[in-house]
C-alpha cells in the first residue's frame, strides 16, 4: 500500500511516519499494493492530536478519525477503526448480505443562526463511477455518513442515498 502522510499545525517526524507505517502494514492482507492511503495528522493548541486515515481501494474509501492526547495513541485507534471496518466490509461481501440501517441520529437542537450569516464554507468535488445502489449503502457505511451522491448504474442518473429518521434508506433520482 502506498501511504502519503501529511501535517497540519505540525512536521511529521520519521518515528511517527514509520509507527503508522507499521500499524498500517497490519492491514496489507486485504489491499493490493497498488491501494493508496492518505494519514492527515493535526495537532491543536489544546494538546488534542488527531489523525485521519484515508485509504482506497477498488472503488471503496475506508475511512477513520481519532482525537486523543497523544499522536501515537491516536493513530492505534485510528487503525483498531480501520481493522474492525474492514473486517464488517469484507463479511458482507462474503455473505452477500444487504447492509442493515445503522441506529437513528439523535436529534440535534439546531442553532440559532440568522439567514444573511449562513454561507457556503466548503466546495468538496470528487469522481463518480457507476455503482449499484446496494454499493453506495455500503460505501455510505464505511464512511460514516448519513447521506451518498452516486452515479446509479443501473438507471445512469445520478442520485442521492440518505439516512431516513425512521433508520430504513431513502433514494433521491434525477429525472430527465
Not at 517526524?13 to 502494514?25: F, G, I, M, P
Amino acid at each position: 500500500m502506498k501511504i502519503k502522510h501529511y501535517g497540519r499545525f505540525m512536521d511529521v517526524s520519521d518515528s511517527l511516519r514509520e509507527y503508522t507505517e507499521k500499524k498500517l502494514s497490519k492491514l496489507n492482507w486485504f489491499f493490493d499494493p497498488d491501494a493508496e492511503g492518505q494519514v492527515k495528522y493535526t495537532q491543536e493548541k489544546g494538546g488534542k492530536n488527531i489523525v485521519e486515515i484515508t485509504i482506497s481501494h477498488k472503488g471503496l474509501l475506508f475511512r477513520a478519525e481519532e482525537a486523543t492526547g497523544d499522536m501515537y495513541a491516536s493513530v492505534d485507534k485510528a487503525v483498531d477503526k480501520l481493522s474492525r471496518q474492514i473486517r464488517r466490509h469484507r463479511t458482507k461481501l462474503d455473505k452477500r448480505l444487504h447492509v442493515s440501517a445503522p441506529a437513528p441520529m439523535p436529534e440535534v437542537e439546531p442553532e440559532d443562526v440568522a439567514e444573511e450569516e449562513r454561507k457556503i464554507v466548503r466546495v468538496k468535488r470528487f469522481s463518480m463511477k457507476p455503482m449499484s445502489v446496494e454499493d453506495a449503502m455500503m460505501q455510505m457505511e464505511l464512511l460514516g455518513h448519513n447521506f451518498y451522491l452516486f452515479d446509479n448504474a443501473e438507471t445512469g442518473h445520478v442520485c442521492v442515498l440518505y439516512v431516513r429518521q425512521d433508520g430504513n434508506y431513502g433514494l433521491l433520482e434525477s429525472e430527465d
